[in-house]
C-alpha cells in the first residue's frame, strides 16, 4: 500500500491535469486531504487502508472540532471523489467512501476558547493604565457573565451590587435578568471604579460603566469592544479569529463542561427558548464521541 503523501499527491495531480480545477479549488482540496491524513496518522495507518468505520468517526471529528455543516460536506465530497478515485485506479481493492455522508442533523458547534486561551487572552490589557483597567474588567465581565456585548457596553454603573456579587442587565425584548458576578470579575471591576474610570472620564460625567477616554456619555461602542478584543487576542498569540461572542460561548461551554445545570445556563444567557442553549451540549457529545473512537478497545 503506498503512503498517505503519494496518494494524495496522485489526486491532486489528477485533479490539476485532467480535471483542469483552478489553483484555489486544489489547495482547498490539499488542505481536506491532509486532514484527513493527519487523522489516519493518529491511526497509525495510511488513508488507503481507512475502512467505512473510520472516515465516518474521521466525519465525527470533524464535527466535533465546530467546522460548519457546509465545511464538513465540502471536505465529505472531497473524501468520496479521492476514494472513488484510489477505486478507478486499483490503488485500492473497494471503495470505503461510497455514499458517505455529513450527519444533517448536527448543527454547528459553537467556537469557544480552551481555559489556556481565556487565561492568555485576560492577561493581555496593561493593567497599569486607565484603559488596560477599563479592558481587563470588560473581559473579565464577559467571560463572568456571558453577557452579549450589546448589553455589557450599555451596562450602568447602577447596574452592578459587587458586594452582593450580581449585576442586572436587559437583554432582547427589554426583558431584565439578573447574573451573577465572581469573585475575579468582581474584583477587577472594582479596580477600575477606583482608578480607571475616574481618570478616562475625567471633568465629564457618564451613566455607563464603561467609558471611553474621549467622547460622550455614550460610552463604549460594540464596534470598538470587537476591536478590542482582536487586538488582545491577537497579542496573546491566539491565532484562530476571535469574538467578543466566543467569549460568550466560552462561558457557556465551561459551565456545562463542570457539570452546571442547562436551564441555569439559560436564564444567565437569557435565552428565551431552552432549546437555544442545548446547542453547547453537542460540544461535549462531540467530545466524548471522538474519545470513544479513539479510546475504546472495540470502536
Same mark, same amino acid.
Given at each position: 500500500?503506498?503512503?498517505?503523501?503519494?496518494?494524495? &499527491?496522485?489526486?491532486?495531480?489528477?485533479?490539476?491535469?485532467?480535471?483542469?480545477?483552478?489553483?484555489?479549488?486544489? &489547495?482547498?482540496?490539499?488542505?481536506?486531504?491532509?486532514?484527513?491524513?493527519?487523522?489516519?496518522?493518529?491511526?497509525?495507518?495510511?488513508?488507503?487502508?481507512?475502512?467505512?468505520?473510520?472516515?465516518?468517526?474521521?466525519?465525527r471529528d470533524l464535527m466535533g472540532r465546530g467546522l460548519s455543516p457546509r465545511s464538513v460536506?465540502?471536505?465529505?465530497?472531497?473524501?468520496? $471523489?479521492?476514494? !472513488?478515485?484510489?477505486?478507478? +485506479?486499483? @490503488?485500492?481493492?473497494?471503495?470505503?467512501?461510497?455514499?458517505?455522508?455529513?450527519?444533517?442533523?448536527?448543527?454547528?458547534?459553537?467556537?469557544?476558547?480552551?481555559? &489556556?486561551?481565556?487565561? !492568555?487572552?485576560?492577561? +493581555?490589557?496593561?493593567?497599569?493604565?486607565?484603559? %488596560?483597567?477599563?479592558?481587563?474588567?470588560?473581559?473579565?465581565?464577559?467571560?463572568?457573565? %456571558?453577557? @452579549?456585548?450589546?448589553?455589557?457596553?450599555?451596562?450602568?454603573?447602577?447596574?452592578?451590587?459587587?458586594?452582593?456579587?450580581?449585576?442586572?442587565?436587559? /437583554?432582547?425584548?427589554?426583558?431584565?435578568?439578573?447574573?451573577?458576578?465572581?469573585?475575579?470579575?468582581?474584583s477587577w471591576v472594582r479596580r477600575y471604579l477606583a482608578g480607571g474610570r475616574p481618570a478616562?472620564? %475625567?471633568?465629564?460625567?457618564?451613566?455607563?460603566?464603561?467609558?471611553?477616554? !474621549?467622547?460622550?456619555?455614550?460610552?463604549?461602542? @460594540?464596534?470598538?469592544?470587537?476591536?478590542?478584543?482582536?487586538?488582545?487576542?491577537? +497579542? /496573546? $498569540?491566539?491565532?484562530?479569529?476571535?469574538?467578543?461572542?466566543?467569549?460568550?460561548?466560552?462561558?457557556?461551554?465551561?459551565?456545562?463542561?463542570?457539570?452546571?445545570?442547562?436551564?441555569?445556563?439559560?436564564?444567565?444567557?437569557?435565552?428565551?427558548?431552552?432549546?437555544?442553549? +442545548?446547542?453547547?451540549?453537542?460540544?461535549?457529545?462531540?467530545?466524548?464521541?471522538?474519545?470513544?473512537?479513539?479510546?475504546?478497545?472495540?470502536?
Amino acid at each position: 500500500m503506498a503512503d498517505t503523501h503519494t496518494l494524495i &499527491d496522485a489526486y491532486l495531480d489528477h485533479l490539476r491535469v485532467e480535471r483542469r480545477l483552478s489553483a484555489n479549488t486544489l &489547495d482547498s482540496y490539499g488542505r481536506d486531504l491532509r486532514g484527513l491524513g493527519e487523522f489516519a496518522a493518529g491511526r497509525s495507518r495510511s488513508a488507503g487502508a481507512l475502512d467505512r468505520h473510520d472516515l465516518e468517526a474521521f466525519v465525527r471529528d470533524l464535527m466535533g472540532r465546530g467546522l460548519s455543516p457546509r465545511s464538513v460536506a465540502r471536505t465529505v465530497a472531497c473524501v468520496r $471523489g479521492f476514494y !472513488r478515485f484510489l477505486t478507478l +485506479q486499483r @490503488r485500492i481493492a473497494a471503495n470505503p467512501a461510497e455514499d458517505l455522508t455529513a450527519p444533517r442533523a448536527w448543527p454547528a458547534l459553537p467556537k469557544y476558547l480552551t481555559l &489556556d486561551e481565556v487565561d !492568555r487572552l485576560l492577561a +493581555q490589557p496593561d493593567t497599569g493604565t486607565p484603559l %488596560g483597567l477599563r479592558d481587563r474588567a470588560l473581559l473579565e465581565l464577559l467571560y463572568a457573565t %456571558g453577557l @452579549r456585548v450589546s448589553e455589557l457596553v450599555t451596562l450602568r454603573a447602577a447596574d452592578l451590587n459587587l458586594d452582593e456579587h450580581w449585576l442586572t442587565c436587559t /437583554g432582547k425584548g427589554s426583558k431584565q435578568r439578573v447574573v451573577p458576578i465572581g469573585d475575579e470579575a468582581a474584583s477587577w471591576v472594582r479596580r477600575y471604579l477606583a482608578g480607571g474610570r475616574p481618570a478616562l472620564l %475625567g471633568r465629564r460625567t457618564s451613566p455607563r460603566l464603561f467609558v471611553n477616554a !474621549r467622547g460622550g456619555p455614550r460610552g463604549l461602542s @460594540r464596534v470598538g469592544f470587537w476591536k478590542i478584543v482582536r487586538r488582545y487576542a491577537r +497579542q /496573546g $498569540g491566539l491565532t484562530r479569529p476571535i469574538s467578543p461572542h466566543v467569549l460568550r460561548h466560552s462561558f457557556a461551554t465551561h459551565l456545562l463542561e463542570r457539570g452546571a445545570d442547562l436551564r441555569a445556563i439559560q436564564a444567565m444567557l437569557g435565552h428565551a427558548d431552552l432549546s437555544t442553549t +442545548q446547542i453547547y451540549t453537542h460540544v461535549l457529545d462531540a467530545r466524548m464521541r471522538a474519545a470513544y473512537e479513539r479510546f475504546h478497545p472495540r470502536a
